[in-house]
């Protein structure tokens, strides 16, 4: 299977639209319409409450698997061609970016870290 049409391509293209609605909802160009199907669509994906809960064997996930990519569909049709081919360009050359495994341990450890000071003071001052 050629990476364009197995899992692994239809994962890269979902998460470039996703960056291309990210882009276009920043936009002031963007009409309301697709900014609002977006941010609905996004709201869905993430949100602990589906039409079908995930505990449902196979339907569960299936509506997220459905509903996630056509949202993500209508919203795009909803952006003008030539936006949306500005915004693909620039969401194309942010999954490219590499990403930096060591930093983002280094980012979590700190904030591990400013997490045990202040809990460690809330615990000080609570026994004064």
């Not at 194309?92 to 980012?107: D, F, H, K, M, N």
């Amino acid at each position: 299977m050629s990476e364009s049409r197995g899992l692994a391509g239809l994962r890269s293209r979902l998460l470039r639209d996703a960056h291309v609605l990210w882009f276009a909802a920043r936009d002031p160009r963007t009409p309301f319409a697709a900014k609002l199907v977006g941010g609905l669509v996004a709201a869905y994906a993430f949100s602990p409450i589906d039409l079908i809960p995930d505990f449902v064997p196979v339907l569960g996930l299936l509506d997220d698997l459905i509903l996630v990519p056509l949202g993500l569909a209508l919203a795009l049709r909803l952006i003008p061609s030539r936006l949306a081919a500005e915004f693909r360009a620039a969401a194309e050359a942010a999954v490219a970016r590499p990403v930096s495994r060591t930093g983002a341990i280094v980012v979590g450890m700190l904030w591990l870290f400013v997490a045990a000071v202040v809990v460690a003071q809330f615990v000080s001052l609570r026994y004064w």
